[in-house]
């Protein structure tokens, strides 16, 4: 099988390249910095930089007419903070890495490769409306409206936008270091959270994943899922 992932030199995007390439896979992947698994055919790629990332998926995947798997897993996070004081700037980033980056890579894949299956990394933040999360939950609220229109236009291939729940990444690192949550109760959770089986860390996760993503086959294209919702 033939998988892509972004967002491959860390955290989940890094737990789930390793797992494929356990498993006897071929993994591709373009993150911002360098992946240190070195199985990986990868590339450097600033998802900010939207006009730079068809050459680099051309330049990667010359040599392959099919992907089977595409997981969607970059993104970027923001300050924690009220919408009204959150800079343009920021929100623009946001919805530059979060959102448009994938539009890239979906319509160059799907046009110019077989593609299986696309999965876009959502967030439980992208539904909930939790105070703070700002562009962060912007973006990933497009992101799941942007997969189920995609999911009508490519049927041939099967699309999910997927929540993975809390997970022991670098993010949590970021959230957890606000020591004064303020208005911010969301933050008091995913802090109590930390350490325990409600929040495992990426290879943890990474070791179920392949299996529920098969899973995701079973629901219909174009539809957000909560793994913590899943049967």
Not at 80 to 104: F, G, R
Not at 123 to 139: E, K, M, Q
Request: charged share 20%.
């Amino acid at each position: 099988m033939k998988v892509f992932i972004t967002g491959v030199s860390s955290g989940i995007g890094l737990a789930l390249a390793s797992q494929y390439l356990a498993e006897g896979h071929e993994v591709y992947g373009l993150s911002r910095r360098p992946c240190p698994n070195k199985g990986v055919q990868w590339l450097a790629c600033d998802l900010s930089k939207l006009e730079d990332i068809e050459p680099l998926l051309s330049q990667l995947l010359s040599e392959i007419d099919q992907i089977d798997l595409a997981i969607l897993n970059a993104g970027v996070l923001g300050e924690i903070k009220d919408l009204q004081d959150a800079p343009l700037d920021a929100l623009k980033q946001a919805m530059d890495i979060n959102l448009w980056s994938n539009k890239v890579i979906i319509d160059y894949i799907c046009k110019e490769k077989r593609t299986e299956q696309i999965i876009t990394l959502s967030s439980g933040a992208s539904v909930n409306g939790s105070r703070g999360w700002n562009g962060y939950s912007l973006s990933k609220a497009a992101l799941n409206m942007m997969t189920s229109l995609y999911a009508k236009e490519f049927t041939q291939t099967h699309f999910c936008a997927f929540a993975p729940g809390l997970v022991d990444t670098a993010m949590q690192d970021q959230l957890c270091a606000i020591d004064d949550i303020g208005d911010f109760t969301s933050l008091e959770r995913i802090q109590s959270a930390r350490g325990t089986e409600n929040m495992p860390t990426a290879d943890e996760l990474a070791i179920k994943l392949p299996n529920v993503f098969e899973e995701l086959k079973s629901y219909p294209s174009g539809s957000f899922v909560d793994i913590r919702k899943m049967n």
